[in-house]
């Protein structure tokens, strides 16, 4: 079995930032991406920014120079620093990873965490 679970959400000030991060656990051989979807009041879910097992990222346009996706040199943890938040960034964050359970896999199986809230109010 592999579980993700997210952690560091909260409450911040417009204008403030948070790190949220997700650290998987179990049978892996390898993590081929990562990544976090967000999910606002009314809004449909939305990636907000990726990463691959080379460290190339991505970033929806409205987070870029404001967000950072990175992971720990195990490589099943990714992290997400989010700077200069706005009210619109406010949602429930999920995590996911691309994972290789074994040897014999050969297309990686995508897993979630359960949702980091982050609320962006003064």
């Known amino acids: 079995q592999v579980q993700l679970v997210g952690s560091g959400g909260g409450l911040v000030q417009p204008g403030g930032s948070l790190r949220i991060s997700c650290a998987a656990s179990g049978s892996i051989v390898s993590i081929i991406a990562m990544g976090w979807y967000r999910q606002g009041p009314g809004k449909v879910r939305e990636l907000v920014a990726c990463?691959?097992?080379?460290?190339?990222?991505n970033y929806t346009n409205s987070v870029k120079g404001r967000f950072t996706i990175s992971r720990d040199n195990a490589k099943t943890t990714v992290y997400l620093q989010m700077n200069s938040l706005k009210p619109e960034d406010a949602a429930v964050y999920y995590c996911?990873?691309?994972?290789?359970?074994?040897?014999?896999?050969?297309?990686?199986?995508?897993?979630w965490g359960q949702g980091t809230p982050v609320t962006v109010s003064s």
């Open positions: 990463i691959s097992s080379d460290d190339r990222t």
């Open positions: 996911y990873q691309d994972i290789i359970r074994t040897i014999h896999s050969t297309q990686p199986s995508r897993y």
